[in-house]
């Protein structure tokens, strides 16, 4: 097939795999609801519930702890069945959001949002491992990009609704009913949960290098909470564990390990400097949250248009020109907030987070499907590239707000600080950039059970994909 033809949709969402993926991408949207939910309502939580000594603890609890479950996930998912983790997962999923919902205090929605980050950890891993078991390498890329594509409607409307819903019923209504929606899609994706191909296998379990993560994460983040000389060496010494400590994780657990620590740094350059953009609007450019919700839609539209058709035989690279792009981007948005003002600066904004978007589209749905290719499992893969996005997110986070919490607390006014973390997190795209361009690109064939005819197996259905050159391909261990 030729590498711009594309993947038809109705190949995607064919037969027993696609229902599971149809449901999968319903779950994602209603998650994506609700994770929005969560950061405008959160605010409101505190104050009715008197707890914004919380706040800072409860906002980063799930992430902290989705990275602690990743780094158990992969032996989970080789030992357990898939139907079995996914009802283990909505069974934590509802206690947490139920948590959430009726808490009488902070403490129990901080609880409530740990237990959440666990079980989103743990179907995280599933998630990804499921798309490697039922689609073959040439497919992955096209539902990785319907996946960001899904969260361009949340992403749009989830704000103002949730605003609207606050306001009239309530902030316990405003985060409920997106978990409603969660255990409707789950329901769904376990009718059809027997089309993934699963075989028990031993995988070992590897807990310091995940636990190190976490604790560095932890570490770091009271760091930038509090003050004085200690807080400062707590904070760095975080950032830098960290990151050393993601780095060993991923290279003893796959051959993949140079994609997948590029993935991390790519997902780490990217959404450091996007989740600055309503702050650079907002102080930097004395602006309104409504300005700022239109820069942040950008960068989301650019992404869900540019990700729908991936090419992973294109040249050039598009990994490796996305890159560049963001990269571009991150040092525009650097000099943006460093020099313009007014009008000029949220047009300039816009432009980059647009062209930042556009760039996470070409390289993000390569990216996170290539580590399968050298797996020789799907749910170990799977777990290692959520583990990847989680993590490096995190630490963005805590890079990029910390340090700007620093510079604040230092005395700095908001524009140099903005211009500063944007560079720092300019120099980590540089450093993608140069594993991507080293990067081995795993392209052997992997397509499990083709016969002479050109069809694949997948969960009990025969599937017709085009023949290619040379006879049909080995299968995928």
Do not use: K
Request: with cysteine; hydrophobic share 60%.
């Amino acid at each position: 097939m030729p590498a711009d033809a594309g993947i038809p949709l109705r190949q995607i969402f064919h037969g027993a795999r696609g229902s599971f993926l149809a449901a999968l991408l319903l779950a994602e949207l209603a998650a994506a609801m609700q994770g929005i939910a969560y950061t405008t309502v959160l605010p409101v939580i505190a104050n009715d519930l008197d707890g914004y000594a919380l706040f800072g603890a409860t906002l980063a609890a799930g992430t902290v702890s989705a990275v602690l479950m990743l780094g158990f996930s992969a032996p989970i998912l080789a030992r357990v069945r898939p139907g079995t983790v996914l009802l283990a997962a909505t069974v934590l999923y509802v206690i947490g959001a139920a948590a959430c919902v009726f808490a009488p205090t902070m403490v129990v929605v901080l609880a409530g949002s740990l237990v959440r980050g666990i079980a989103g950890g743990l179907m995280g891993g599933f998630g990804m491992g499921a798309i490697g078991g039922l689609y073959d390498e040439r497919e992955r890329p096209r539902v990785m990009g319907l996946f960001a594509f899904v969260w361009l409607l949340p992403s749009l409307v989830g704000p103002a609704l949730n605003g609207v819903i606050t306001e009239f019923a309530g902030w316990r209504w405003a985060i409920g009913w997106p978990a409603i929606a969660v255990v409707v899609a789950r329901i769904f994706m376990g009718t059809a949960v027997r089309a993934i191909p699963w075989q028990r296998r031993h995988e070992p379990v590897r807990p310091v290098a995940g636990l190190v993560v976490t604790g560095c994460l932890a570490l770091g983040a009271w760091g930038s909470a509090a003050s004085g000389s200690w807080a400062i060496v707590a904070f760095v010494v975080g950032v830098i564990g960290a990151a050393a400590a993601i780095i060993v994780f991923l290279l003893r657990g796959a051959a993949a390990a140079r994609i997948l620590i590029t993935f991390a740094i790519l997902c780490a350059a990217f959404f450091g400097a996007y989740e600055l953009l309503s702050l650079a609007v907002i102080e930097g450019f004395a602006f309104t949250v409504v300005w700022a919700a239109g820069v942040l839609m950008a960068g989301l539209i650019a992404w869900s248009v540019s990700g729908l058709r991936p090419r992973p035989d294109a040249r050039p690279d598009r990994v490796v020109v996305g890159i560049v792009l963001a990269v571009v981007a991150t040092g525009a948005l650097a000099v943006t907030v460093a020099t313009a003002s007014g009008l000029v600066a949220i047009a300039l904004s816009v432009a980059a987070a647009g062209l930042a978007g556009w760039g996470m589209g070409l390289a993000y749905p390569l990216l996170s499907t290539e580590p399968f290719a050298l797996s020789a499992s799907a749910s170990t893969a799977g777990a290692l590239i959520a583990f990847a996005e989680t993590a490096g997110t995190a630490w963005a986070a805590l890079l990029g707000g910390g340090l700007y919490s620093a510079l604040h607390t230092a005395g700095w006014m908001p524009r140099p600080s903005l211009a500063l973390v944007y560079g720092v997190f300019a120099v980590v795209g540089v450093a993608g950039l140069v594993l991507a361009l080293r990067r081995r690109r795993g392209r052997a064939a992997s397509v499990p059970d083709v016969d002479a005819e050109g069809r694949r197996e997948v969960g009990g259905e025969q599937l017709d994909l085009p023949r290619r050159e040379g006879g049909p391909a080995q299968p995928r261990g």
